[in-house]
């Protein structure tokens, strides 16, 4: 997520949060490079996006959910939490298409 949205949103508790991944959080790149070299780690690359991967991943997974939805049903899940994961794989989604997200493989050395 850029960082300057994380700033923003840093103290926002969003549905994501209540439901998803309570206690979760998405790091900038200078976030995670901060808290790297305060662990004594260097960048050792550039790291490699994995965004465009990730967000066909998420239409993937969205779609076999939908597919699946009476078996999830029959495990005794509910239509809320049927909604919720449908809304969360589709919202996560259109966050990497957008750029807004990304999947990053980063390699680090020590100093």
Known sequence: MP??????????????????????????????????????????????????????TLHEWRARFIAARADVLGLGFDEVFVRLWELYLATSEAGFRSRQLDDRQLVFRRR
Request: aromatic share 10%.
């Open 3 to 56: 960082h300057e949205r994380v700033v923003a949103t840093r103290h926002a508790h969003s549905w994501v949060h209540k439901y998803i991944f309570p206690g979760g959080f998405v790091p900038s790149l200078d976030l995670i490079g901060e808290h790297a070299c305060a662990a004594g780690l260097v960048p050792a690359g550039g790291g490699l996006s994995l965004r465009a991967d990730y967000a066909r």
